[in-house]
């Protein structure tokens, strides 16, 4: 297991380096970088000079130098920009460079809210996790339960309803489930219940340690909730095809044949092998939500988590967040998926991975 462990780390390097390649050479490609963000909001009505050569500072992407200067720009004051940028370099230096920073843990300030990067994350980390993992742990305790339930009682009334309810869940997105949660409980139509936005309310700090709590799970009951019901309908179905599958081998027609009690069979002899995907693939699953599948929720709910600070990041061309959200994400995205193969092996020691052909 050492010899499989070590290889999968060292292949974690590779893939992480080919990932920051194909996506810093589509950036290139994508029209609109950070100079001509700020061209932009010098271009318009109000905007001073000052201003712009501010937000410039940290800046960094390549513009068309004939397309602005024939806009009435100084081509002087562009080619200034590039510089502060660093688009007077070539694109492969630029790109070693960055990489250079980032094995270094050094990620460079924002362009447009001049703070660290890593100060923007670690800020917006407690959202983002709070969603991931509250939503995470209440679709598991769901689907696992209710997934071995229609297992057992497959092709029955109660499995036939519940079929209905997971199909509903899975073809309405999850965004779509938090706009009727607004409209029906916070204040949006019908009853004023739950809070709108935030994560906290404004005189959180002057709350007692109770208090914080309630108020904590208060503004997380509706965007967790909407997280869940959109979400826990293939984990449902997972469960049930496992365990499907798992009553019809013919070990627990054996165990059934000795005359074993059905609820050892199902928990003490099926419950371990059914459930190896389903424990096996948390990790990236937590991942999944964490980073992408709360996006619109955090857009809809106004909360500051790393989802909408990345979205944010790609309509402005901040290429520092972009590219140093992307290299972290990545790296944790790829080390978990270790995790996940040694979460497979402590649920089933009988796997061995080392007799695997890489």
């Known amino acids: 297991m050492g010899a499989?462990?070590?290889?999968?780390?060292?292949?974690?390097?590779?893939?992480?380096?080919?990932?920051?390649?194909?996506?810093?050479?589509?950036?290139?490609f994508a029209p609109g970088g950070p100079v001509e963000q700020v061209l932009a909001e010098l271009m318009a009505p109000g905007a001073s000079a000052t201003a712009g050569m501010g937000g410039a500072d940290a800046a960094?992407?390549?513009?068309?130098?004939?397309?602005?200067?024939?806009?009435?720009?100084?081509?002087?004051?562009?080619?200034?920009?590039?510089?502060?940028f660093g688009f007077d370099r070539p694109v492969?230096?630029?790109f070693v460079l960055m990489m250079w920073n980032y094995v270094r843990l050094d990620f460079g300030n924002s362009y447009f809210q001049d703070r660290p990067v890593i100060?923007?994350?670690v800020e917006r980390l407690p959202v983002s996790i709070s969603?991931?993992?509250?939503?995470?742990?209440?679709?598991?305790?769901?689907?696992?339960?209710?997934?071995?339930?229609?297992?057992?009682?497959?092709g029955t009334t109660f499995d036939v309803w519940t079929s209905v309810l997971i199909f509903v869940g899975y073809a309405i997105p999850g965004f779509l489930f938090a706009i009727l949660l607004i409209v029906l409980f916070a204040g949006g139509t019908y009853w004023d219940v739950f809070p709108l936005q935030g994560l906290t309310s404004p005189n959180f700090h002057e709350m007692t340690f109770l208090e914080k709590v309630r108020d904590y799970f208060w503004h997380?009951?509706?965007?967790?909730?909407?997280?869940?019901?959109?979400?826990?309908?293939?984990?449902?179905?997972?469960?049930?095809?496992?365990?499907?599958?798992?009553?019809?081998?013919?070990?627990?027609?054996?165990?059934?044949?000795?005359?074993?009690?059905?609820?050892?069979?199902?928990?003490?002899?099926?419950?371990?092998?059914?459930?190896?995907?389903?424990?096996?693939?948390?990790?990236?699953?937590?991942?999944?939500i964490l980073f992408t599948g709360a996006l619109l929720i955090e857009v809809i709910f106004s909360l500051d988590g790393l989802g909408l600070l990345g979205y944010e990041a790609v309509l402005k061309r901040d290429f520092p967040i972009l590219f140093g959200t992307?290299?972290?994400?990545?790296?944790?995205?790829?080390?978990?998926?270790?995790?996940?193969?040694?979460?497979?092996?402590?649920?089933?020691?009988?796997?061995?991975?080392?007799?695997?052909?890489?």
């Not at 499989?4 to 290139?28: A, D, E, H």
């Open 4 to 28: 499989y462990l070590l290889k999968r780390l060292l292949l974690v390097i590779p893939t992480l380096f080919g990932i920051m390649v194909i996506n810093f050479i589509i950036v290139q």
């Open 60 to 84: 960094a992407a390549a513009t068309d130098d004939s397309g602005l200067a024939s806009a009435g720009l100084d081509p002087a004051m562009i080619a200034d920009l590039e510089r502060r």
């Open 92 to 94: 492969h230096e630029r």
């Open 119 to 121: 100060d923007l994350v």
């Open 131 to 154: 969603l991931g993992l509250w939503s995470l742990l209440l679709i598991y305790m769901i689907s696992i339960p209710l997934g071995v339930a229609k297992a057992v009682r497959d």
């Open 220 to 288: 997380l009951t509706l965007p967790v909730t909407a997280i869940t019901i959109g979400g826990f309908a293939t984990l449902t179905m997972l469960t049930k095809n496992s365990f499907i599958e798992e009553l019809g081998k013919q070990f627990v027609l054996t165990a059934r044949a000795k005359g074993i009690n059905e609820r050892r069979v199902l928990y003490g002899h099926v419950f371990r092998n059914a459930m190896l995907i389903v424990i096996a693939g948390f990790p990236a699953a937590f991942v999944g």
């Open 326 to 358: 992307l290299f972290v994400f990545t790296l944790l995205g790829l080390v978990l998926n270790v995790v996940g193969d040694l979460t497979y092996v402590f649920v089933d020691p009988r796997i061995d991975f080392e007799s695997r052909q890489m």
